[in-house]
């Protein structure tokens, strides 16, 4: 099963539905009860969410604060997927008792919103950690390595491994490559394999040569068999797999170092 939604030529990861839905139910209920009560209680719930989505996005940049002071500007960059999810629901509660100790008017409509937001991501998170994984071993099938060899992917597995699908007119692959470059020579205990989607050799090898990419297990997937097999359409799209072969995480859209790195940590624990 796959763990995003295709509308068109739209991409959305279930995470971010789910996140969209808690948010959506949250400012229903508000606007129910507050109306009901006679009070405006969209605007202090606003700035609970607010409050919470700052400190999620705060939270992990100060875990991983080595990273983000070498390249500032990518703490703004919220593209990558880098949150603390509970720091920003523990944020939203304080926030939400703080202000309806200040405004018991909006107290009740505030803090039910909220509840039913929390309950929302929990069931939520629950339901994707129950469902069937979407696949639980490397596939079997066959690729081309640059210099024209028949390669199984199932060869790489015996360690940890990042298989990264991707494309040169993909921009969010050409932004991340220089990182998964990076990480592949600062962790040589993991097989990092790329797997380009349906371009030719010669192009494939002038991108790289002409951006200086010193890529290890580049191979051509001119079918496009392992999105097929993955269930993932958009680009780029990085499967984390453990030493046993078995799936344990996956990101769709570009990696940063920082959430390339907490990856890779969660990947190396026993």
């Known amino acids: 099963?796959?763990?995003?939604?295709?509308?068109?030529?739209?991409?959305?990861?279930?995470?971010?539905l789910l996140v969209f839905a808690a948010v959506a139910f949250a400012l229903l209920?508000?606007?129910?009860?507050?109306?009901?009560?006679?009070?405006?209680?969209?605007?202090?719930?606003?700035?609970?969410?607010?409050?919470?989505?700052?400190?999620?996005?705060?939270?992990f940049v100060i875990q991983y604060r080595e990273i983000y002071f070498a390249t500032p500007?990518?703490?703004?960059?919220?593209?990558?997927?880098?949150?603390?999810?509970?720091a920003g629901v523990a944020a939203?509660?304080?926030?939400?008792?703080?202000?309806?100790?200040r405004r018991p008017s909006v107290r009740f409509p505030v803090v039910s919103a909220?509840?039913?937001?929390?309950?929302?991501?929990?069931?939520?998170?629950?339901?994707?950690?129950?469902?069937?994984?979407q696949t639980t071993?490397?596939?079997?099938?066959?690729?081309?390595?640059?210099?024209?060899r028949s390669v199984a992917l199932s060869a790489f597995a015996g360690a940890p491994m990042v298989v990264n699908l991707w494309a040169t007119w993909c921009p969010p692959c050409q932004?991340?490559?220089?990182?998964?470059?990076?990480?592949?020579?600062?962790?040589?205990?993991?097989?990092?394999?790329?797997?380009n989607q349906g371009e030719s050799q010669s192009k494939v090898q002038a991108y790289l040569t002409a951006h200086k990419l010193g890529l290890r297990n580049v191979l051509l997937d001119k079918e496009g068999q392992a999105?097929?097999?993955?269930?993932?359409?958009?680009?780029?799209?990085?499967?984390?797999?453990?030493?046993?072969?078995?799936l344990v995480d996956t990101r769709i859209g570009e990696l940063s170092h920082a959430t390339l790195s907490q990856r890779l940590q969660a990947l190396a624990s026993p």
Do not use: C, Y
Request: hydrophobic share 55%; no cysteine; proline share 6%.
């Open 1 to 16: 099963m796959s763990n995003t939604l295709q509308i068109g030529p739209l991409t959305f990861p279930f995470q971010l």
């Open 29 to 59: 209920v508000a606007n129910f009860l507050g109306r009901k009560a006679g009070v405006d209680a969209d605007t202090p719930l606003f700035r609970v969410l607010l409050l919470a989505v700052l400190t999620a996005r705060l939270g």
């Open 73 to 86: 500007l990518d703490m703004l960059d919220i593209r990558d997927g880098g949150w603390q999810p509970i």
């Open 92 to 101: 939203a509660w304080v926030g939400a008792l703080v202000l309806g100790w």
């Open 114 to 133: 909220l509840a039913v937001a929390t309950l929302v991501l929990g069931l939520g998170t629950a339901a994707m950690a129950w469902q069937p994984a």
């Open 137 to 148: 071993e490397l596939p079997s099938i066959s690729l081309t390595s640059m210099d024209g």
């Open 175 to 195: 932004r991340e490559m220089p990182i998964m470059a990076k990480a592949q020579a600062d962790h040589p205990g993991i097989h990092f394999v790329f797997l």
């Open 227 to 246: 999105g097929v097999h993955f269930g993932q359409k958009a680009l780029p799209a990085t499967l984390f797999f453990n030493a046993q072969g078995r």
